[in-house]
């Protein structure tokens, strides 16, 4: 299927690129918390652009972190 040959395309790159996998959950875990962090704020205080601009740059971050591990369906999650 789609998603079985993606899974073992990223275990591919996971395996032949350590160095930059490395980073990259801990960089996915901060990039949700800062999107969690400003949907709380803006829940709490009315949305405003600065809570829709670290949405969107968080979004942002997490796209070109899925990108560069070579994980094809996450940038096109993260902005939707």
Same mark, same amino acid.
């Given at each position: ?32 918390? /800062? ?6 704020? &803006? !829940?709490?205080? %009315?949305?405003?652009? +600065?809570?829709?601009? @670290?949405?969107?740059? /968080? ?6 972190? &899925? !990108?560069?591990? %070579?994980?094809?369906? +996450?940038?096109?999650? @993260?902005?939707?």
């Amino acid at each position: 299927s789609e998603t079985e040959a993606a899974v073992a395309a990223l275990g591919a790159f996971r395996a032949l690129n350590p160095e930059v996998w490395g980073y990259f959950p801990d960089e996915v875990r901060g990039q949700t918390q /800062a999107i969690f962090g400003a949907c709380a704020g &803006a !829940a709490k205080e %009315g949305v405003t652009d +600065l809570h829709l601009s @670290a949405i969107f740059r /968080a979004a942002h971050t997490v796209k070109g972190a &899925a !990108a560069a591990v %070579g994980c094809p369906y +996450l940038p096109e999650v @993260a902005l939707k």
